[in-house]
């Protein structure tokens, strides 16, 4: 697997650099700005991008932007986000043409580095790994004329749970309920979604995916 980083502090960069090729991953690129993540993508082609929201020079939002011309210039590149803090209109931004695998996860979470890595390979396989809190922040800032307004209370929570990348055996496990009522709650939320079977495994991306640029 071959990633590209994009983080302006040397120590947290050389160290998820460190992480990521302990685990059998090949780091192609590690840099420090927007220009050169874009370079770096349209020259490496990786099979994922890990970046940092805010780069310089203002340290706003160079690195979201970045990432969306990345994908605008080089279609279906994963794109792992990590920040300090929940962007919300960056995180929906980022959603918004659907393509490639996605993730947004705050920096705390790369202190558990088993499952920073699980995350890492999730999106380069083309899934999803957003953080609770960034879901959280998601759900409450959607609407009542949500496209994901038909489905039940029970059935958002499974929704939610599958945000975050959870099997149907981790959410059974998070909401106390057996596999088989997970797999109901899913088959109903991809009826709702307009999702049909021959759509494949892809469902489950594409009903997150929907799920979250309905924020």
């Known amino acids: 697997m071959r990633v590209v980083i994009a983080e302006d502090l040397a120590l947290l960069r ?30 490496e082609r990786p099979d994922v991008a890990v970046v940092d929201v805010r ?87 959607r609407g009542p004329a949500s496209a994901v307004g038909d489905l039940t209370p029970r059935e958002r929570q499974v929704l939610e749970l599958m945000a975050e990348g959870r099997s149907n055996a981790a959410i059974a496990r998070a909401l106390v309920v057996t596999e088989g009522a997970v797999e109901k709650h899913v088959s109903n939320i991809f009826g709702k979604l307009g999702l049909a079977s021959s759509e494949g495994a892809h469902r489950r991306v594409l009903a997150v995916l929907a799920f979250l640029r309905s924020a």
């Open 55 to 141: 780069l310089p020079p203002s340290f706003r939002d160079e690195g979201l932007r970045a990432a969306i011309e990345a994908r605008r210039r080089v279609p279906g590149t994963a794109v792992l986000v990590v920040s300090q803090y929940v962007e919300q209109t960056y995180a929906v931004e980022l959603l918004a043409d659907g393509a490639g695998g996605i993730g947004y996860l705050l920096k705390e979470r790369i202190a558990d580095p088993a499952e920073f890595v699980e995350a890492v390979r999730r999106v380069a396989a083309g899934g999803t790994a957003m953080d609770p809190e960034v879901v959280a922040q998601l759900v409450a800032r």
């Open 14 to 43: 050389d160290g998820i650099v460190r992480l990521l090729r302990d685990n059998g991953m090949e780091v192609v690129a590690a840099v420090e700005d927007g220009d050169a993540l874009v370079a770096a993508i349209e020259r």
